[in-house]
């Protein structure tokens, strides 16, 4: 899959979440939070983000040092970082975290597809 692809399939999955938030009566702030991870991980923190991608340009320098720093599809398509990575952010921060979670898994298992 393409950028976009990722991109749309993201948002889309995003609409029956936003159901889930309100159908379980979840927080304003908690859900506030967790739909704004949920963006931050389609558009700019992806597993894509080591390459010339939209979400490196997204970025700027902070994508061209992470462009530097990590190969494509090495450290960075690599679940176990992103496990360690979410639960280092859901240890400090709280459960709202978990809003990258299906971003970025959606991601890795659609590029072994």
Do not use: C
Not at 44 to 51: F, K, N
Not at 80 to 90: A, H, K, M, S, T
């Amino acid at each position: 899959m393409n950028g976009k692809q990722h991109e749309t399939l993201n948002l889309i999955a995003l609409f029956p979440t936003l159901f889930l938030l309100g159908y379980y009566h979840a927080a304003l702030t908690f859900s506030i939070l967790f739909v704004l991870k949920w963006i931050w991980n389609t558009y700019y923190v992806t597993p894509d983000v080591d390459t010339h991608s939209r979400a490196t340009k997204r970025l700027g320098l902070i994508g061209l040092i992470i462009n530097k720093l990590f190969g494509h599809r090495k450290t960075l398509h690599n679940p176990f970082f992103w496990i360690v990575l979410f639960g280092i952010e859901y240890y400090f921060l709280g459960a709202w975290v978990l809003g990258g979670v299906f971003p970025v898994a959606s991601h890795l298992v659609t590029d072994k597809l």
